[in-house]
């Protein structure tokens, strides 16, 4: 996303179209230097690759070890008021240390003890939580308490009041994902704290946004018109578990569905728009039958990957990991995919694909399916 020109590596009379070194020539770059100015000829190159060259690399975190650090968090590190949430974010190796999974997107596991609260604030990042293990944590978003459970898909779309508290004896972890790359670069982030405490600590099995939305393809009359995020507060792993086993025995039975063959996908969608979650993330479940292997692909935009369930490979450009439960995989723009499944293979992926598609930027190349 950000392009590093710096005056100081200024070379005259480097590489073709470039004028001679002289010293009339270095008192100019000097000029430049001095004014804070970059000519564009010494640059071209960097600013405008023939096709995407990402900083961001590929890169692949084990849940083994993301989970005995959170646990380790657990036991040394409270949550509070000031840090907010025990949350460790992926950090892509080609970003600089920054807490950035890609140049757009967030990527943390977040962990909570038990009987422990994440105190109640809101910020215009748009959040979504994807539970790999465990319940007993509710997340109550804007007063309405959310249960989270293993499978589920749950939405804290920006400026909504949100807080955790976890009502079990035992520890949860789970996967956060939100735009805060994004939101940094384009310096628009707003934050507000809210009460100290979570004041509604029910917990009942489904949530006021489920009870009003989350009914397949019934809307209720009371409320028309687009909404920018979703209001369904949690896609549950029963109906997502559902249509992806429906996809494959329609492929089964010679009937239409599937991406390519044993491979299901559903995407998460916006009800009252049919578009995607939230403005700047798109959020998918994958299923690949045993011995299945994906088209390679390429697109636009960046993407991070985890396995819910099962083994297999997956290859990134010239990268190529062995991936089982929980283990996530950072697929920078334009950089081609093919994943493999060694077992029955689930996969959640999100990305920023819906920033892309409303600056009709986005791109999507399948290469032909490799033998
Ligand atoms: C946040 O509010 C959550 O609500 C998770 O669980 C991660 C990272 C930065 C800022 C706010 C959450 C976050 C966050």
């Known amino acids: 996303m950000t392009a590093t020109v710096s005056p100081v590596t200024l070379h005259a009379g480097d590489g073709p ?9 270095h008192a100019l770059y000097r000029g430049f230097e001095q004014e804070l100015l ?15 060259r990402p900083a ?8 083994a070890n ?6 380790r968090s657990g036991q040394l590190v409270p949550v509070g008021r000031g840090g907010e949430r025990r949350a460790i974010a992926l950090a892509n190796p080609g970003l600089g240390g920054a807490p950035y999974a890609t140049p757009t997107l967030w990527a943390a596991i977040q962990y909570l003890n038990p009987h422990e609260d994440a105190p109640v604030h809101r910020h215009t990042q748009h959040a979504f939580r994807f539970v790999l293990e465990g319940e007993g944590v509710w997340t109550v978003v804007d007063g309405d308490p959310v249960a989270m459970r293993r499978g589920d898909f749950l939405l804290t779309p920006g400026w909504r009041f949100h807080g955790h508290h976890n009502q079990a004896d035992t520890p949860m972890a789970w996967l956060d994902g939100l735009d805060i790359p ?46 920018v995020s979703s209001p369904v507060a949690a896609y549950r792993w029963e109906h997502t578990d559902a249509a992806l086993r429906d996809q494959l025995d329609l492929e089964a039975e010679g009937h ?47 993407a991070v990957w985890q396995v819910f369930e099962g083994a297999g490979a997956v290859r990134v450009g010239e990268h190529e990991w062995e991936v089982g ?25 999100f990305s920023d694909t819906p920033v892309f598609e409303r600056l009709h930027a986005d791109r999507v190349q399948v290469d032909e399916v490799q033998s």
């Open 256 to 302: 239409p569905g599937v991406v390519e063959p044993g491979h299901a996908a559903v995407r998460f969608s916006n009800p009252t728009t049919g578009g995607d979650v939230m403005p700047t993330i798109r959020a998918e479940m994958h299923r690949l039958r045993r011995g299945a292997t994906t088209a390679t692909r390429r697109e636009v935009g960046s």
């Open 66 to 71: 993301l989970l005995a650090l959170a646990e």
């Open 56 to 63: 961001a690399l590929a890169h692949r975190w084990q849940w």
């Open 182 to 227: 994004f939101v940094h670069h384009t310096g628009s982030a707003f934050f507000e704290l809210g009460p100290d405490h979570v004041a509604d600590r029910s917990t009942p099995a489904r949530s006021r946004a489920e009870r009003l939305w989350a009914h397949p393809g019934l809307r209720p009359v009371s409320q028309s018109g687009p909404q």
């Open 325 to 349: 439960r929980g283990d996530l995989v950072a697929v920078p723009s334009w950089q081609p995919l093919t994943i493999s499944a060694g077992t029955d293979l689930d996969l959640f992926r």
């Open 17 to 25: 179209g470039q004028p001679d070194p002289t010293p009339e020539l």
């Open 38 to 52: 970059v000519p564009l000829w010494t640059e071209i190159g960097d600013l405008m690759p023939s096709s995407p």
